[in-house]
């Protein structure tokens, strides 16, 4: 059986009051949840929320929260989230509000980390602020943090979810402190981070702690403290506080970097506005916003791309869609309010696979239960609900057939028995006697018309008087005795009846057809297609490979058709007919399993979990169809492996690097351990792509311009860390995704590719004559790369061991350096960072 999964929110697609069209479920929570909806009157984008009531107290709270938002509605301030509407209906209570699409302070807290003084001082002044002007209208908030203040697209904070309202004057000055204490603990979550639990008074800068701990005094007798009150202080401790350091163009261009890689391109902009202020003329600042604006417009593009997808119930596209935006913009606000429906979404690909799977086989009776919960999870589905329509007539129609050879046997049983009792409980018609006419002569009746199409016969099941006589004088053999009729024993209406004729073919009953039952013919004809579409069900699980991806479900197929042929050869034809149907059904669900087992390695491909998927690979060796297995390794290799054309002729080729935890460093029995190579735990969060092999000398012209040099597939060397950084700008402007320096983590864990050592060999000081070869040639690692150890040294994003100014690191070795330098681990060839090495080059990393 398919085990049910949670489904898209039924709410979902309903009008609320003929005037509210829900599109989405934005969030939900223990009160209730937030939908985004369209308001068909304005033809705008609004937020709606459902509150849970339940309960006793969640009715109460539901009731708090619509009698503020009758007030909010009432009142206009530009960091307050407006209410437009408030009612309720046959699903309960509901408010309507204007629609924020942005984060919340929470979340951005969470993905940014903490806030400086002056940007956490300006959220919380806007906010209180806000707060104030509704106390003054004695209006309450009751539950201010971070989770309740969103920020809009330009940053903005607005104060949402009011849940405080029809308070009695004596409630006043308790819901006031409650407010000024929720803004002071909002303040502290964004000044350190930390969203729940309590904070730690002397984890805040020194300059606001003093107006902090009066906010959150416990007294509440003597005076009652203002949200005007705590914002002089917050504002007077800001003056007081000392300036931040400086902070330099590359620091902000770096922070903006790690951004990237997160994501949040938010934060990309903001690093890169930063880096402008403090050198307004930086090109990689420029990149940098031009990258944020890129990938604004690839996550919008990616969304809609969803929710075509999603309102077409294509959930194949929906969900690759949904998985390309978790990978890219996991960060992303907007990402993050659409992950819920992933799972929904996995699941409505697997089942719509099988259900596809078995109609385009013919078996549509089987298929009832994949597309029965297809409709369950999409109800709006169109051809999900019709097939559910074909696969139960198709089920109906199955059942039938398989029982009409019973039903044939039990009404020829019920026909034959009503003959024998009519047979025994009709009288014969009384002898006619002839009358005496005046001359004495006898005078028989007139004998009624006789139909000449059916020439009446004798019932031989029916005994004449005479031969009821003669049964009763006869001897023990109870034959009667053999005597010519005479008119005396003969009754009058034999005398009269025409001689018997040969009855035709056409006269015999349609029941009877050369003296067998139509009925019976009907069964076998039934057992004979079902013994067929077993035979052919067990040869489609065998090509799916089922006897080793779903040995059980096979192996209890295999029975009820061994039980099958026994039954046939028994002369049980309605049993063997059942079992027949009951083997197909179970061969299909056999080969929609073992589909089913292959398609779960099809998704580890599609979503490059390569190690899962290459594991998976190993285990179904010898188990799945080898054709299958094939194709999917090729897949794999075909999806890890991607090429750029920089220029006519000219491609570099990328293969993906899965993230993972590695130990980076030398062992410490390794002999050739050297400074700076101690050992400790790394985890990469983000996959990332590597150059196959290391830049080459036509590959750099054609990123120039130039024209292609001699011996162009020598690695280029004498690059600089400039120059490399360069290289993967100018790449970044002409191409999609961000191409960079590799970091030291990033290339050492390549080059191990999951070993405790890289053992390939590479060109060196011992085989390389002293010279640079064609890369590609020598030394190829479990992850496709080329010469990650030898050759060319490679450049790499790294703080140098002896923190020396301008020297850059590089990794791998060269063709000139000793053995010990061919090591994943080592990190001992420094080269100056403005001057031009002969043992240096490059290979790119990117990310899409």
Known sequence: MIEPKPGVDSAVGTVVSRRYE?????????????????????????????????????????????????????????????????????????????????????????????????????????????????????????????????????????????????????????????????????????????????????????????AVRAALGPSVASQQPSVEAFLRELRASELEAPEPPEIGEMDAVERGRRAELSGSFAAMREAGEEALERNSESAEAMVLLRRADRFKAQRDELIEHFKQAEQAFDYTAALEALSKLQRRFGADHQTKRLIHRREALAELTRLSGIAEQLTAS?????????????????????????????????????????????????VALAAGGALWWLNQNTPMAPAREPKINSAGAAILPAEPPVAESRPTTRNPLVRTPAEREAAVESDDSGLPEQQPPTAESTPVEEIAAPAATPVKSDDVPAEFVDGVPDEVVLAKEALERAERDAVSARAMASKAGAEGLAPNSFAAAQQLMDLAVAAQAAGEVDRASSLYASARGQFVTSAARAGEVLSRVQEQIDSLHVRQALASLDRLEGLAPAG??????????????RSLAIAPGVAIDFRYIEPGVFVMGADPNDSDRRFGEDQRQVRLEHGAWLAR???????????????????????????????????????????????????????????????????????????????????????????????????????????????????????????????????????????????????????????P
């Not at 009160?31 to 009157?41: K, N, P, S």
């Not at 040639?777 to 030898?790: K, Q, R, S, Y």
């Open 22 to 210: 829900i599109l989405d479920l934005l969030g939900a929570g223990r009160r209730g949840r937030v939908y985004i909806a369209r308001d068909r009157l304005t033809e705008t984008t609004v937020a709606l929320k459902r509150f849970r009531v339940d309960e006793p107290k969640m009715r109460q709270a539901a009731e708090l929260a619509m009698a503020a938002a009758e007030r909010v509605a009432t009142i206009r301030h530009e960091s307050i989230v407006r209410v437009f509407d408030v009612g309720e209906d046959a699903a309960g209570p509901y408010i309507v509000s204007e629609f924020i699409d942005g984060t919340d302070a929470a979340r951005r807290v969470a993905a940014e980390g903490a806030m400086g003084l002056r940007q956490a001082a300006r959220v919380i002044e806007a906010v209180g602020e806000a707060l104030s002007y509704a106390h003054e209208r004695e209006l309450f908030h009751g539950s201010v943090r971070g989770s309740n203040i969103l920020f809009q697209p330009e940053g903005r904070p607005k104060l949402a979810d009011f849940a405080l309202g029809g308070l009695e004057a004596s409630d006043f000055p308790r819901a006031r402190r409650q407010d000024v204490k929720g803004l002071v603990r909002t303040l502290c979550q964004l000044l350190t981070g930390i969203s729940v639990g309590s904070v730690d008074l002397r984890e805040l800068p020194e300059a606001i702690q003093p």
């Open 693 to 847: 092999t290391e830049l080459t000398r036509g590959q750099l012209a054609a990123i120039r311009g130039l024209p292609e040099p001699e011996q162009s597939d020598l690695p280029a060397v004498g690059l600089t860390l400039d120059e490399a950084r360069s290289i993967a700008a100018e790449l970044t402007e002409r191409f999609d995704g961000t191409f960079f320096v590799p970091t030291e983590e990033l290339w050492e864990y390549a080059c191990r590719a999951d070993r405790s050592h890289a053992d390939e060999a590479g060109w060196s000081i011992l085989n390389s004559d002293g010279k640079p070869h064609v890369a590609g040639e020598f030394g190829t690692n479990p992850w496709g790369l080329v010469d990650m150890i030898g050759n060319a040294a490679e450049l790499v994003e790294s703080e140098p061991i002896d923190r020396e100014e301008g020297v850059s690191m590089t990794r791998g070795g060269s063709y000139l350096s000793p053995m010990s330098a061919l090591r994943a681990s080592a990190r001992h060839e420094l080269v100056r960072r403005d001057r031009p090495d002969p043992r240096v080059g490059l290979r790119l990393a990117w990310t």
């Open 628 to 641: 299958a297995l094939e194709k999917l390794r090729e897949d794999l290799e075909r999806r890890r492996s």
């Open 362 to 410: 013919g078996h549509l009776a089987a298929s009832l239960e994949p597309w029965r919960k297809i409709v369950e999870l999409s109800p709006e589905d169109p051809r999900a609900r019709a097939m559910l329509d074909i696969a139960r007539r198709a089920r109906f129609k199955r059942r039938v057939l398989a029982a009409t050879g019973t039903s044939a046997v039990l």
